[in-house]
Nanobody, 120 residues
Framework: QVQLVESGGGLVQPGGSLRLSCAASGSISSIYTMRWYRQAPGKQRELVAG???????NYADSVKGRFTISRDNAKNTVYLQMDSLKPDDTAVYYCNADVHTIARVLITIWGQGTQVTVSS
Protein backbone atom coordinates (compact mmCIF):
# COMPACT_ATOMS: atom_id res chain seq x y z
CA GLN A 1 0.00 0.00 0.00
CA VAL A 2 0.93 3.64 -0.38
CA GLN A 3 -0.02 6.49 1.90
CA LEU A 4 0.48 10.17 2.65
CA VAL A 5 0.79 11.45 6.20
CA GLU A 6 0.50 15.17 6.99
CA SER A 7 2.03 16.88 10.00
CA GLY A 8 2.75 20.36 11.29
CA GLY A 9 -0.73 21.73 11.82
CA GLY A 10 -1.73 23.62 14.91
CA LEU A 11 -2.95 26.87 16.40
CA VAL A 12 -1.19 30.10 15.44
CA GLN A 13 -1.91 33.80 15.81
CA PRO A 14 -2.76 36.02 12.86
CA GLY A 15 0.44 37.08 11.15
CA GLY A 16 2.23 33.97 12.32
CA SER A 17 3.83 31.17 10.36
CA LEU A 18 3.46 27.44 10.13
CA ARG A 19 5.14 24.74 8.07
CA LEU A 20 3.22 21.66 6.97
CA SER A 21 4.87 18.43 5.88
CA CYS A 22 3.49 15.49 3.95
CA ALA A 23 5.47 12.29 3.56
CA ALA A 24 4.68 9.55 1.09
CA SER A 25 5.51 5.95 1.85
CA GLY A 26 4.88 2.48 0.50
CA SER A 27 5.38 0.74 -2.80
CA ILE A 28 5.88 3.85 -4.92
CA SER A 29 7.85 3.91 -8.14
CA SER A 30 7.45 7.57 -9.11
CA ILE A 31 5.79 10.63 -7.64
CA TYR A 32 4.55 13.23 -10.08
CA THR A 33 2.55 16.29 -9.06
CA MET A 34 2.05 16.87 -5.34
CA ARG A 35 -0.57 19.28 -4.05
CA TRP A 36 -2.00 20.90 -0.96
CA TYR A 37 -5.75 21.38 -0.59
CA ARG A 38 -7.75 22.84 2.25
CA GLN A 39 -11.33 22.67 3.42
CA ALA A 40 -12.99 25.01 5.88
CA PRO A 41 -16.29 24.18 7.62
CA GLY A 42 -19.21 24.69 5.26
CA LYS A 43 -16.97 25.21 2.24
CA GLN A 44 -15.79 22.99 -0.57
CA ARG A 45 -12.26 21.71 -0.73
CA GLU A 46 -10.00 24.06 -2.69
CA LEU A 47 -6.57 23.74 -4.24
CA VAL A 48 -3.98 25.76 -2.35
CA ALA A 49 -0.78 24.93 -4.19
CA GLY A 50 0.80 22.33 -6.44
CA UNK A 51 4.29 21.34 -7.47
CA UNK A 52 5.37 19.08 -10.32
CA UNK A 53 8.19 16.57 -10.23
CA UNK A 54 10.27 19.15 -12.09
CA UNK A 55 9.63 21.85 -9.51
CA UNK A 56 7.05 23.99 -11.31
CA UNK A 57 4.60 25.53 -8.85
CA ASN A 58 1.17 27.09 -8.84
CA TYR A 59 -0.83 28.80 -6.09
CA ALA A 60 -4.32 29.91 -5.36
CA ASP A 61 -4.67 33.68 -5.63
CA SER A 62 -5.67 33.86 -1.98
CA VAL A 63 -2.31 32.51 -0.79
CA LYS A 64 0.08 33.73 -3.47
CA GLY A 65 2.94 35.66 -1.95
CA ARG A 66 2.30 34.21 1.51
CA PHE A 67 2.60 30.44 1.03
CA THR A 68 5.44 28.47 -0.54
CA ILE A 69 5.24 24.87 -1.68
CA SER A 70 8.40 22.79 -2.00
CA ARG A 71 9.42 19.15 -2.15
CA ASP A 72 12.29 16.88 -1.23
CA ASN A 73 12.25 14.04 -3.72
CA ALA A 74 14.83 12.03 -1.77
CA LYS A 75 12.44 12.01 1.20
CA ASN A 76 9.23 11.71 -0.85
CA THR A 77 7.98 14.73 1.05
CA VAL A 78 6.14 17.91 0.11
CA TYR A 79 6.07 21.00 2.32
CA LEU A 80 3.87 24.05 2.63
CA GLN A 81 5.45 27.07 4.29
CA MET A 82 2.66 29.40 5.41
CA ASP A 83 3.52 32.96 6.38
CA SER A 84 1.40 35.99 7.26
CA LEU A 85 -1.43 33.70 8.25
CA LYS A 86 -4.97 35.04 8.37
CA PRO A 87 -8.09 33.74 10.13
CA ASP A 88 -9.47 32.86 6.68
CA ASP A 89 -6.63 30.35 6.33
CA THR A 90 -8.24 28.25 9.05
CA ALA A 91 -9.06 24.85 7.54
CA VAL A 92 -8.10 21.23 7.40
CA TYR A 93 -5.18 20.96 5.02
CA TYR A 94 -4.78 17.85 2.87
CA CYS A 95 -1.94 16.78 0.64
CA ASN A 96 -2.30 14.60 -2.40
CA ALA A 97 -0.04 13.11 -5.01
CA ASP A 98 -0.21 11.47 -8.41
CA VAL A 99 2.01 8.40 -8.25
CA HIS A 100 3.01 5.25 -10.06
CA THR A 101 3.15 2.22 -7.84
CA ILE A 102 5.92 -0.31 -8.34
CA ALA A 103 3.28 -2.36 -10.19
CA ARG A 104 2.97 0.54 -12.69
CA VAL A 105 -0.51 1.48 -11.57
CA LEU A 106 -1.16 5.23 -11.79
CA ILE A 107 -3.13 6.43 -8.78
CA THR A 108 -3.91 9.58 -6.85
CA ILE A 109 -3.51 9.32 -3.10
CA TRP A 110 -4.67 11.59 -0.29
CA GLY A 111 -3.58 12.24 3.24
CA GLN A 112 -6.03 12.34 6.12
CA GLY A 113 -5.55 16.04 6.78
CA THR A 114 -4.06 18.28 9.44
CA GLN A 115 -5.92 21.09 11.20
CA VAL A 116 -4.65 24.65 10.90
CA THR A 117 -6.34 27.23 13.11
CA VAL A 118 -5.44 30.92 12.90
CA SER A 119 -6.84 32.81 15.85
CA SER A 120 -5.79 35.27 18.53
Amino acid sequence: QVQLVESGGGLVQPGGSLRLSCAASGSISSIYTMRWYRQAPGKQRELVAGITSGGSTNYADSVKGRFTISRDNAKNTVYLQMDSLKPDDTAVYYCNADVHTIARVLITIWGQGTQVTVSS
